[in-house]
């Protein structure tokens, strides 16, 4: 079946230090990859996507890269904030064959970033 | 534009009462979805429609919940009778028919049953 597998949370840091969430994916078809982010209090906004292999999505200093190869959507930043201390959730839709385009998330990882 | 808005924000209800959710989608949107997120765990969908039709409800869990969109506008989710294990965060999501899966979320719902 289709799903989605991310690091267990949560992942304390320091300012400026760099992140990376682990996010892999078992899928039939060809999917789209997103990662969403919901910080405290608010609801899942949409962080950035990716819609075919090799592609990148960025926003907010945040990149993840659509690896076919190693079925992974890894999320990176170079240099946190506190601003970015949330829950980031990986995701993934089928594309078209009639899909309804729901998303399967993954478990979330918690962000707690430190001054 | 306003966003997409979910009411209540938090429902606290006792083990076979009855409680409804409410979504209202971004205006134009066609594509209405629901998600729920159990004690921390993965979110899950639930359902989905376009316009007022049911295009796949394969994520609800039983026959006590329980969805509409009539007129194809807002759209509501009645859990009848609640259980303990229908505790979580109840997510409401639209998007338009002719983007690329772009969808946006409400606040969520947290329903606490006791």
């Known amino acids: 079946g289709n799903s989605v597998t991310q690091m267990e949370g949560p992942v304390t840091l320091s300012e400026e230090a760099f992140l990376t969430i682990n996010c892999t994916y078992t899928?039939?078809?060809?999917?789209?990859l997103f990662w969403y982010v919901q910080y405290p209090g608010e609801g899942l906004q949409l962080l950035l996507k990716?819609?075919?292999?090799?592609d990148k999505g960025s926003n907010k200093g945040f990149e993840a890269t659509y690896r076919k190869e190693t079925t992974s959507f890894h999320l990176e930043k170079g240099s946190v904030q506190v601003s970015d201390s949330a829950v980031y959730f990986c995701?993934?839709?089928?594309?078209?064959?009639?899909?309804?385009?729901?998303?399967?998330f993954g478990t979330g990882t918690l962000l707690a970033v430190q001054p | 534009e306003a966003g997409v808005t979910q009411f209540p924000s938090h429902s606290v209800i006792e083990k076979g009462q009855t409680v409804t959710l409410r979504c209202d989608p971004i205006s134009g949107h066609d594509n209405l979805y629901w998600y729920r997120r159990v004690m921390g765990k993965e979110i899950k969908f639930l359902l989905h429609?376009?316009?007022?039709?049911?295009?796949?409800e394969s994520g609800m869990p039983n026959n006590r919940f329980l969805a509409e969109r009539t007129g194809g506008t807002y759209s509501t989710l009645k859990v009848q009778p609640a259980e303990l294990e229908d505790s979580g965060v109840y997510f409401c999501?639209?998007?338009?028919?002719?983007?690329?899966?772009?969808?946006?979320f409400g606040p969520g719902t947290r329903l606490t049953v006791t």
């Open positions: 899928a039939t078809g060809y999917p789209s």
């Open positions: 990716a819609t075919k292999a090799d």
């Open positions: 999501a639209s998007s338009q028919e002719d983007t690329s899966y772009e969808q946006y």
């Open positions: 995701a993934l839709t089928l594309r078209g064959g009639g899909a309804t385009n729901k998303l399967i």
């Open positions: 429609f376009v316009k007022e039709s049911k295009q796949d």
